[in-house]
Nanobody, 124 residues
């Protein structure tokens, strides 16, 4: 089992930045791929970004390309999501997820473990 805990969410003005963290514990392994997703009440969970086990391959959703950056520090079992130039439409609950195959995916059902989420609110 792997436990994931997100942190770093909060309230920020449009154009501002936040950095989310996803800390893994339990049966942790640097071979896990990690993805970030976000969800607004009443809507499906949306893919944001993913990173493979080594950090050498990353994927981004079209709506965040050029603004968000995913990275990882395997020594700390932590994955980060740096969010810049935030927009009100980025407001959502942000969730990190891990899968054991080491390769990132844009599909929620490919992930084995999920965190509880952290809220990001961007004011206009």
């Amino acid at each position: 089992q792997v436990q994931l805990v997100e942190s770093g969410g909060g309230l920020v003005q449009a154009g501002g930045s936040l950095r989310l963290s996803c800390a893994a514990s339990g049966r942790t392994s640097s071979s896990y791929a990690v993805g970030w997703f976000r969800q607004v009440p009443g809507k499906e969970r949306e893919f944001v970004a993913a990173i493979n086990w080594s950090g050498g391959v990353t994927y981004y959703g079209d709506s965040v390309k050029g603004r968000f950056t995913i990275s990882r520090d395997n020594a700390k079992n932590t994955v980060y999501l740096q969010m810049n130039s935030l927009k009100p439409e980025d407001t959502a609950g942000y969730y990190c997820a891990a899968r054991g195959l080491g390769v990132g995916s844009v599909r929620t059902y490919d992930y084995d473990y999920w965190g509880q989420g952290t809220q990001v609110t961007v004011s206009s």
